[in-house]
């Protein structure tokens, strides 16, 4: 059974900085990202990352978001910075297995207000 931890969520005021963990128990895996869900909203991508390092994101976090990955802790992290009242939502570690799998953490929340 694979279980990924999350962690890092909180309260901040606009502008502020929160980092995100996520601990993968077992496994390798080539994919790993965060996703994020607003009320009322679909969940969407917001960052994503390869073993090797590449990297994908959202349109509205680019610039303000960098996701990275220790290979060696199976952890990924979001260190997000300018943080906007739009990005308060639920975020959510995910990875994907080689069969196309997907992973998910139980979320964290993120909270953007003054």
């Known amino acids: 059974q694979v279980q990924l931890v999350e962690s890092g969520g909180g309260l901040v005021q606009p502008g502020g900085s929160l980092r995100l963990s996520c601990a993968v128990s077992?496994?390798?895996?080539?994919?790993m990202g965060w996703y994020r869900q607003a009320p009322g909203n679909q969940r969407e991508l917001v960052a994503a990352?390869?073993?090797?390092?590449?990297?994908n994101y959202a349109d509205s976090v680019n610039g303000r978001f960098t996701i990275s990955r220790d290979n060696a802790k199976n952890t990924i992290y979001l260190q997000m910075n300018s943080l906007k009242p739009e990005d308060t939502a639920v975020y959510y570690c995910?990875?994907?297995?080689?069969?196309?799998?997907?992973?998910w953490g139980q979320g964290t929340q993120v909270t953007v207000s003054s």
């Open positions: 995910d990875v994907i297995s080689v069969g196309g799998l997907h992973y």
């Open positions: 077992r496994g390798a895996f080539n994919v």
């Open positions: 990352i390869t073993r090797g390092g590449s990297t």
